[in-house]
């Protein structure tokens, strides 16, 4: 998976550019074939505003964008990361149930179709 970490109006260290390659490269466990991924931190308006962290994962043209927002960068890519994992088991979710045919219930449908004993004057 290809991963690029930048920052807008953000210094990105070596140490969180690492962690954030570790922890992107993690998320490919819960869907295979992911091509790509985006991870980027931007600085609010203002000071103290809080720090954004957006995770974006493509592959198979299937985009998955997770955002988180707090003061600490390191605490805002672990929380992006953790929404991204959620989106991405959703994900896989709805492509698996896409592929298999949906199932009734298959006791309740012979019940119905099995046919009733005639009603009658009870000979036998």
């Known amino acids: 998976m290809e991963i690029t970490v930048h920052g807008r109006r953000v210094e990105v260290t070596d140490e969180l550019r690492e962690a954030a390659k570790r922890k992107v490269t993690h998320l490919g466990k ?3 074939g992911m091509d790509r991924a985006e991870v980027l931190f ?3 308006n203002g000071p103290g505003a809080p720090i954004t962290c957006v995770v974006t994962i493509e592959g198979h043209g299937q985009v998955v964008r997770a955002s988180a927002a707090s003061k600490e960068a390191a605490a805002a890519l672990e ?5 991204a994992s959620l989106r991405l088991v959703r994900l896989k979710k709805k492509l698996v149930d896409r592929s298999r045919p949906r199932h009734a219930n298959v006791s309740g449908r012979a019940a119905a179709a099995a046919p009733t004993e005639p009603q009658g004057d009870g000979e036998p």
Not at 79 to 83: G, I, L, R, S
């Open 30 to 32: 819960y869907l295979s």
């Open 42 to 44: 931007s600085d609010g």
């Open 79 to 83: 929380e992006a990361v953790d929404n």
